[in-house]
């Protein structure tokens, strides 16, 4: 029986939930205090409004995203901003479904060439630029040659800053952020002549279940998907069921009566997810992966190692008929609410590793869209 003092942290937690403040109700419900924010909304983020069919420009006036401290001092404004290696740009798009700014990381390799991209997908309360400190995916695809595109979840679209995933409005084939997220996508490709046959999406938290929904929703775009400390696609459809989800929910996913039990995808996945994670339960790796092993065949291999003065770790591959590896999962012993193996430059990241983004890029590459 819920006691009093249980009953009004149910409460509170559920009008925290419906303020788009996950993070703080699941923080109530653990038995801690909120933290109290005083951001407020930047100048140019997105108030909704009239918007127009895939217009994309690059912002010349100066850098939406707020950067983090250690960041400010290399950004120019008014310009795209030399990272010592490529350029990070700034820019917005606007579609039939509604607009968000993003960042844009160009190789200083590219001239023109047709390269791969990876669209990366922050986690609450966070922006790309903190995003793409704490992944260090732009160092990586200097190295590797491919473009990454930092879409931008403003406090006007969720008070946290966490992608909608738990909205029915935002789980679906051109509607709502998935639409805005997959014209975004197109555009960039289009506008910078990148090969479509290698997009990929990938995100930690809330971005990686709607790293995860985009795969449900958008196949034919995007080759592979990375999905860390995410979520399963349509296993929520109000904040309430996402507090469920979060903390692992009632069963398993399964039996064509649980939410996201119908919903399966060909796209080839690499999940990654720490056992000690109190935000999102570990639990939901599992249920993850499962929305994607509809084809797997038998003959899963299992590794296990260690990063040296790090985590240790368990991945297990899931290859097709041809036995090219078509889901991996990783699950990180010891770790966290955080991005595996990332820089402490970013919020939310375990340096104690496995490197998450070189192995999400390594797998990334071993695919190409189905029919190129």
């Known amino acids: 029986m819920i006691d009093a003092t ?78 010592g290696m490529g350029t990070f740009t700034s820019g917005h798009f606007s579609n039939h479904a509604g607009a968000r700014d993003y960042k844009l990381y160009i190789p200083s390799g590219y001239h023109g060439q047709a390269l791969p991209l990876v669209v990366m997908l922050h986690g609450c309360t966070q922006n790309p630029d903190d995003f793409a400190a704490g992944t260090n995916m732009n160092r990586l695809a200097e190295e590797q040659l491919c473009c990454v595109l930092y879409p931008a979840q403003p406090m006007t679209a969720n008070h946290s800053k966490c ?87 009632t069963g398993p996913l399964g039996g064509g009566k649980a939410k996201g039990a119908s919903w399966a995808s060909d796209v080839p996945a690499i999940i990654f997810h720490g056992d000690r994670d109190t935000t999102v339960h570990p639990s939901n790796a599992e249920r993850v992966a499962a929305q994607y092993r509809t084809s797997r065949r038998a003959g899963a291999a299992v590794e296990k190692g260690k990063v040296a003065n790090g985590h240790g770790y368990t991945c297990t591959t899931y290859p097709n008929a041809k036995g090219e590896p078509l889901l991996e999962q990783w699950q990180i012993h010891g770790a966290g609410h955080a991005w595996s193996g990332g820089s402490t430059q970013g919020s939310y990241t375990d340096p104690k590793g496995p490197n998450a983004s070189k192995e999400m890029l390594r797998f990334f590459l071993q695919h190409r869209q189905i029919g190129s």
Request: aromatic share 4%; with cysteine.
């Open 6 to 83: 249980m009953s009004k942290r149910m409460e509170e937690a559920t009008r925290l939930t419906r303020a788009g403040k996950l993070q703080e109700a699941m923080a109530l419900l653990q038995g801690g205090v909120p933290e109290a924010r005083q951001e407020e909304a930047p100048d140019n983020a997105y108030r909704g409004g009239q918007t127009f069919d895939g217009t994309c420009q690059v912002i010349d006036e100066e850098e939406p995203i707020i950067k983090p401290a250690s960041e400010a001092s290399a950004s120019q404004p008014g310009h795209a901003r030399q990272t």
């Open 163 to 249: 992608w909608n995933w738990f909205k029915a409005e935002d789980q679906q084939r051109e509607g709502g952020e998935p639409a805005i997220i997959a014209g975004m996508t197109r555009q960039i490709i289009e506008s910078h002549r990148l090969d479509a046959s290698r997009v990929y999406v990938a995100g930690l938290s809330a971005g990686a279940a709607m790293a995860t929904t985009l795969a449900m929703t958008y196949p034919d775009l995007f080759a592979a998907v990375g999905i860390h400390s995410g979520l399963p696609h349509g296993v929520a459809q109000s904040l309430p069921d996402a507090l469920g989800a979060m903390q692992g929910g």
